[in-house]
């Protein structure tokens, strides 16, 4: 069974500190997305990449966070510096999309952060 | 713009009872819908989809006719288990979105034995 894969699954850490999530997605799989779930504003698309090239990040405030794609089978959202409001669950999500196409995104476990 | 409004939970329901769900919708164009579940310390995964109006689509005993005439998508459930206790989310891919989910906000149910 093909999976999405997020490294670390749990991460606490202090204000200030840098913190970087990974994300593997499905094998042929051309997009990629970020998203951030809390209680509050439940859940908000952050970033999303077709074919590795960012398409949407909008939804991510830019002063402090980062999304990339070094290469087809990984994905990295970078927080510099993280703030206590960070605080979330962060999944990652990949599907295959095109123009007039819209199939299933796989979402993976998400990395719970915790910034103190 | 697209959006997806959804009933609110949470939802306590006794076990073999009918479930709904409500959900509806704005987009441009024609969207594709899902429904995704969320079972607790676990990503979404996909419950049923709808590509087209009147599209029917169900899994595990789950069902959702797309409404286009009510821009509606409910989840329906003949006699629920325990086991489907979770957090249920409404999705929206609009027409123009390419590939782009807006969710609801998710209903939580919990189911009694």
């Known amino acids: 069974d093909a999976r999405v894969t997020q490294t670390p699954r749990h991460k606490v850490t202090e204000m200030g500190q840098e913190v970087t999530m990974r994300c593997q997605p499905i094998l042929g799989h051309n997009t990629v997305f970020w998203y951030r779930q809390t209680m509050m504003q439940g859940l908000e698309l952050l970033a999303y990449?077709?074919?590795?090239?960012?398409?949407?990040d909008s939804g991510m405030p830019k002063d402090r966070f980062s999304a990339e794609m070094p290469d087809a089978t990984l994905a990295t959202l970078k927080i510099q510096p993280s703030e206590p409001r960070d605080s979330a669950v962060y999944f990652c999500?990949?599907?295959?999309?095109?123009?007039?196409?819209?199939?299933?995104?796989?979402f993976g476990p998400g990395t719970r952060l915790t910034v103190l | 713009g697209n959006s997806v409004t959804q009933m609110e939970g949470p939802v306590t329901l006794s076990e073999e009872a009918f479930l709904t769900i409500n959900c509806t919708y704005t987009?441009?164009?024609?969207?594709?819908l899902f429904w995704y579940v969320q079972y607790p310390g676990e990503g979404l995964q996909l419950l049923l989809k709808?590509?087209?109006?009147?599209d029917k689509g169900s899994n595990k005993g789950f069902e959702a006719t797309y409404r286009k005439e009510t821009t509606s998508f409910h989840l329906e459930k003949g006699s629920v288990q325990v086991s489907d206790s979770a957090v249920y989310f409404c999705a929206n891919a609009g027409g123009t979105s390419y590939g782009k989910l807006t969710f609801g906000q998710g209903t939580i149910l919990t189911v009694h034995p």
């Open positions: 987009a441009t164009g024609y969207p594709s």
């Open positions: 999500a990949s599907g295959h999309t095109g123009q007039g196409r819209v199939d299933t995104q796989y």
């Open positions: 990449f077709r074919n590795r090239a960012p398409l949407d």
């Open positions: 709808a590509t087209k109006a009147d």
